[in-house]
Structures are given as C-alpha cells and as structure tokens.
C-alpha cells in the first residue's frame, strides 16, 4: 500500500508558526485488497441490511391496511456496504467484536436473511453451520433426521446412501443411530449436527462459531475435517473469535466493526489489528506502528514544505521534517505528535511537537511539517523518532524510529554542538 | 418438475448463475454449481415427500394403532350422524351419513391443511433461521399431510358405502377428478397465503381458526343444497361464489349420487341431478381458485425473504 501520495490539492492547515497539516485526498484506500485469481464463488455488493425495530413495524392486520408505509423509528444497520468477494477454494476468517455484525454477513450470504441493499451472489452447495443439528426433530430416530436434514440441505435420497455410513462413523453413534434424538446427550447431538453438515459435499461452508461446542477430542475432529475441505479445495467462511484459529487457518481474514468491514487481507495483520481495537494490546503499550489506526510511514528531509528532498544540511539553514501518516477511518479527530531528532546512542538532541490540542486528521495520508528556520551549529547524523497520540485523551498510539538520517556540517570537529567558551588557566 | 413448482423458487438475491456467459472456460462446472444451488432453493418432490414421512411418523409414533386412527374418525362419524339425524332427528336426507361424508372428508382435507399451513412457517422457526431451503415445502407439506388422510379416508368411504350395500359406481364419479383438482389449487393458493402471512401479521392464524368455524356453515355438507336454492332463488351462484361449495356439492353428487330431491317431501337434496351445472360452476370455481393461487405464490414469495428476520 503506497503511503507517500502527493496531495493532488494540498490544502494547508497553518496549525502553529511551523507545523503545516496536509491531508490527502480522501479516496486513499485503507482496506487491504486480497486478490482474487480463482473463480469467485462468494460475491456480496454493497450489501446492507437494516434491522427494523419489531415494536415500529406493523404486526397486525389493521396496521397493515390502516397504514401502507412502515415508520422508520429504531431502524439499526447491522451491516453497511459490504463489499466481498471469495474465491472458491479459500479459507476466510469472520472476525470483529460482539454485535459487529459477523453472524448478520454470514446469514445473509448463506441466503437467511435477505439484505437491505445490494447483491449477494453464492455459487454452489451452500452448508450452513449456524446451529448444530437445526432441524432435528427429538421425536424421530439418528437415521430419520439425517435424512429429513440431508434432504433439506438439497440432496437426493441417493447421495444421501452413499453418505449415510461415514455419517454414523463421524459422528461415532453406530450403536444409537436408531434411537430417537431426544435421548441423546448434548454432545451426540453437536456432534450428528455437524457430521451431517460436512458430509452433504458442500461447496460452500458456512460455519458460525459452532465449534465452541463439543469435548476437545471432538472439537479437534472437527478442525481436521474443515482443514479436509480446505486441502480439496473448498471455499470455508467461519466466524469466530479465537484469533488463533484464524491465524492458524485461514488464508484471509474480513475485520467487521459496527457492520462495516474495516479489514480485509492477511491473517496476521487483521488478528493484529483486531487485539488493538478489542483492546487486549493495550496493556503491553502503544501498538506497532504497522497496525495503529494512525501509521507513520515515512519521514522526509527538506528545506520548505514539499520542498526537494535532501540530506545534508549547514548550520543556519532552514530544515523541514516532514512526517507522513497513514490514517484510518478509526484514528481520532486530532492527533498530537512528538519528534525527537536522535543523535549518537539515541540521544534525544531536540524535540518538536505539535501544539498541544493536536492537529485535525482524516482518513487517507496526513503529512505533519515541522520547520526549523535556523540549523544550530551542530554535527553529525541525525534521526527522528516520533510518538503519535490520541490529542483528546493524550494516549499513545504508536511511535516509530525512522532509519532514514539527515547531518548538519557544523564545523565542530569533536563533540556535538558549537558553543561559545573561554580558556583560561589557573595554577 | 413442473413449471409451476419451478415459479416457486427464490427470490432473486440467493439465486446463482451470477453473469451468465463471463465464466464460459468453467461452464461445466458452473453450471454444475447452480444446478446444486437450485437444489436448495427450489421446491424438490422428494424433499416434500419427506417432510410429509416424518410429520406421519412424528404423528403416529408410539401408537399401536397408528394410522388406523385417522380412518376410525370418520368412521365414527359416519355413525354417529347416520345414528343423530337419520333415526332421532330425520334431517330429511336419505342415507344422511353418507350424503355428509361425501362432503365433509373435502371440506376436512381442505381445513385442515389451510389451518396447520398457517402456522407450517411459525412452528418451523427454528428451521427457517438457520438452514437455508425452499420455504415453501413448508404450507405444502402441510397440504400434503391432509391429502395423504384425505385418500385413505375416501377410500374407506367407499368400502364402507359398498358394504352398506349402496350403489356409487357409475359416469358420476368421474366429476371427482376436476373437483379434486380444484379442492387442491385451491387449498394450495389459499395455504400459500396465510402461511406467507401469518409470519408477519400473526392474527392471520386465529382469524382463519375463527373464519373457517363459519365458513363450514357457507358449504352444502350438513344442510341439502335445496335450502339454499329455496333462501336463495335466483341468486344461488352467489352462494357457489365460494370453490369449496362447488366442490363440496360436485363431491355429493359423484359419491352420494342420488337421489337429487327428497322423494318423500320435495326437498331438493343435491345442487343439480345432471353433469353440466357442475362443470360450469367447476370452471368458476376453477378460475378463482387459480386467482387464489397466483395471489399466494405472490404474496409468499413477497414475504419469504424476511421471514428469517420477522420469526
């Protein structure tokens, strides 16, 4: 993702006497783009779906003549604009907070629920795992539901023969396939759930959090079956919570957070940024600049403001600092920034900030000036570390030490800093 | 399958087949894959085959009897009203029990599956919240569970109107056939409706309980026919406005067969002793209850897309 873009109309915020704000065009794109190569089985777009509150909606009959239109009181977007496409044979991780909206994206793509707006397109043998044996019936026999649910999920009676016995052999109840599903315990019950689900040869897996249930030895099986699916090439979407089974799994993940999709790539990057916007990163300090909501990514020498780049500077010119930030959409509304030019052994030499309420920021790139009219008489190669933080609540997001150097020639030789001094000598 | 069950597929957002034609180098296999997408979202005869099976099962599991118990209820009935209205109350209708039953199994095969499909979405909730499949296996399997008593209970009619010694062989009983077929899309188109309905609008269920208590009396089944046209005059097609009294009427006149007026009182007994006034009024009936239909597919399918949300 290319972080240097050059404003196209750089509208200049004079924050203080030598911090300029330059914010980029608001198009930036701040959602990892996956590439899709194989066909695409899965395809939402720009899907959004409203939830309307029962109490505002009409339910009885006379409301329903007396009043054509419903009202639109309490109306909640549990999703908006959802953009996806999954291509047949990957492994996708639906991640996000409670009530983000995972099981709402998952229910509308496996055609439950049917969105607000926009398209949803899925190809193939949908398998939905949203509750295990959904459907069963207490009153019939092991072997009559997997029928009924079999039949149910689009197989014939035929493909259902061929399936019934490894069926049985997964969900390891030879000896009560018989015996009617209310007696069987909870587990057996998950557990003829689940192996009928995987055994219709979905093309499409759709599992919501199921595998929560069930004992370990159980819970294991059913992790090697979805790894199964993978190896053959399946398209699998599940929604959990235990980041490490996404990490461990998946090929992709999809963030939500208040039904928009903040992310979409790489397993390691998403659970990152995750654990920081659930909070669990908190306790070891500012995040890595690599997933903070305002990542700095480059820092530049020059004299004016968008001036040329250079290196090498001579005590008495005019140095700018220029720092580019990429900015979520989940940054906060000011960020205040503190930059230390570093010399020898890390040696803070001096520090710049930005006045203390913070400068405005939007999503896309934020390139924050800091101008030093005068070079001192200083020698020596220097380096910036700057901390971005939270201007409203004064918390650090990140921080980051560039590589990058610039030196000033003084012309001191030996030390660091030209100062004025006597000598003199007393016996 | 049947173009008509091919109408009742999903609505367009879980269809498949996205750009038909950009994918043209896997179009086997595309083609493949929406065949097995259909298959979930299109009224399968199996699938509904199945449901009726296990609402059978799930019915007469753990009793000895089983099946046998819906026969023996008509059966009953057959003697208690042949018992009530022919020997203590004379209703002025010959071999009563047999007129009533040629009326009443339609008239029960028609209730009872509008009134279970109404609630067929609602007691399914579980189901519909979490597993995708054709929704409207759901009213018809309701409609398929009454037929299934329907022809066991027609056919004991008929052993048992034979052992009592009665004639109903003849031409007569071939008027059963477009009566039946009628009976059935209208069952069907009406069952569609409320079952769709009831989802949202959830008085739907008790007002059709309520509605169909007085929709009984509106059928020639306990009453002779010669009532009504005696109340009625010439507005007597009014009354035959409603299919199910035409078929309730079409029905006595292929399996009570006779005699059409009272021989002792003058009583007008069946609508008509002919074929004609029954295919006319069958052809009415006949192009309201396809009305009905359409209305009920449309409003079902309207509906079915939020019935996830509205359970």
């Known amino acids: ?427 | 399958m049947s173009n008509l069950v091919d109408e009742w597929s999903a609505p367009a957002t879980q269809r498949d087949g996205r750009r038909p034609g950009t994918r043209g180098r896997d179009g086997q296999e595309s083609r493949m894959l929406a065949r097995r997408s259909r298959a979930q979202t299109r009224v399968r005869w199996e699938l509904l085959r199945n449901l009726i099976r296990k609402d059978l099962k799930v019915k007469y599991k753990g009793s000895t009897l089983g099946f046998a118990w819906s026969l023996a209820n008509p059966l009953l009935l057959l003697a208690v009203y042949t018992l009530v209205f022919q020997v203590i109350m004379s209703a002025g209708v010959p071999r009563f029990g047999v007129y009533l039953m040629s009326g009443l199994l339609i008239w029960n095969a028609f209730s009872a599956s509008v009134s279970s499909a109404s609630g067929s979405v609602v007691f399914n909730a579980n189901l519909v919240k979490k597993v995708r499949f054709p929704l409207p296996v759901l009213p018809l399997s309701a409609v398929g569970f009454a037929l299934v008593h329907f022809v066991l209970q027609l056919i004991v009619l008929f052993v048992v109107v034979a052992a009592l010694g009665y004639s109903f062989v003849g031409l007569q009983l071939f008027l059963l056939l477009p009566a039946f077929a009628i009976a059935m899309i209208f069952t069907v188109g009406l069952s569609m409706l409320v079952s769709g309905l009831n989802v949202r609008y959830r008085d739907t269920e008790h007002l059709l309980e309520v509605a169909l208590l007085a929709w009984f009396w509106l059928n020639p089944i306990v009453y002779p026919v010669g009532l009504i046209h005696k109340l009625l005059r010439e507005w007597t097609w009014i009354y035959f406005l409603n299919p199910m009294a035409t078929v309730v009427a079409t029905f006595q006149r292929a399996i009570y067969k006779g005699p059409s007026v009272n021989p002792a009182t003058g009583q007008g007994i069946l609508a008509d002793p002919g074929y004609l006034f029954y295919l006319e009024h069958l052809a009415i009936a006949g192009v309201i209850s396809l009305g009905l239909l359409w209305l009920g597919i449309h409003v079902f399918r309207r509906m079915q897309a939020d019935f996830a949300e509205d359970l």
């Open chain 1, 1 to 427: 993702m290319s972080a240097q873009q050059s404003p196209a109309e750089p509208a200049v915020i004079e924050a203080s006497g030598n911090i300029a704000v330059t914010p980029a065009p608001p198009d930036t794109p701040s959602v990892g783009d996956a590439g899709v190569s194989t066909p695409v089985v899965i395809q939402a777009t720009g899907v959004g779906k409203k939830f309307v509150s029962y109490h505002r909606r009409a339910t009885s009959l006379k409301e329903l003549f007396v009043r054509r239109g419903r009202t639109h009181g309490d109306d909640f977007w549990a999703l908006r604009d959802i953009d996806v496409e999954i291509g047949r044979g990957q492994t996708v991780g639906l991640a996000g907070a409670n009530g983000s909206g995972k099981s709402t994206l998952l229910k509308v793509l496996a055609g439950i629920l049917r969105p607000t707006q926009g398209d949803v397109s899925v190809t193939g043998r949908i398998a939905s795992l949203l509750e295990l044996g959904a459907g069963f019936n207490g009153e019939l026999t092991g072997r009559d539901n997997v029928y009924l649910n079999a039949s149910l999920l689009g197989l014939s009676r035929r493909e259902i023969d061929r399936m019934f016995d490894s069926i049985v052999d997964f969900a390891e109840l030879p000896h009560k396939i018989d015996d009617e599903v209310k007696h069987y315990s909870s587990g057996q019950y998950v557990r003829l759930g689940f192996a009928v689900a995987v055994h219709v040869d979905p093309d499409v897996l759709l599992v919501d959090e199921v595998l929560a249930v069930g004992d370990e030895a159980f819970q294991k099986k059913c992790l090697a079956k979805i790894d199964a699916f993978r190896a053959e090439g399946r398209t699998i979407l599940f929604v959990t919570h235990s980041l490490d089974l996404i990490e461990s799994m998946c090929d992709r993940i999809l963030v939500l957070e208040s039904g928009s999709m903040i992310f979409d790539g790489a397993p390691a990057v998403g659970t990152r940024l995750l654990r920081q916007r659930l909070g669990s990163l908190s306790s070891d300090g500012p995040v890595p600049h690599e997933f903070a909501v305002a990542r700095p990514v480059s820092v530049t020498f020059s004299r004016d403001p968008g001036g040329p780049p250079q290196v090498q500077f001579n005590p008495g010119d005019r140095l700018t600092v220029s720092i580019a930030l990429d900015v979520t959409e989940h940054a906060p509304e000011r960020l205040y920034l503190h930059t230390y030019a570093l010399g020898p052994h890390e040696l803070p030499v001096w520090l710049m900030e930005t006045p203390p309420g913070g400068v405005p920021c939007a999503a896309g790139t934020l390139t924050v000036d800091f101008t030093v009219p005068a070079l001192p008489e200083l020698l020596g190669a220097f380096a910036i570390s700057v901390h971005v933080s939270d201007a409203a609540t004064g918390a650090e997001l990140t921080r980051r030490r560039f590589e990058d150097l610039f030196g000033i020639n003084g012309s001191q030789a030996g030390g660091l800093l030209k100062i004025d001094y006597e000598t003199g000598a007393r016996p």
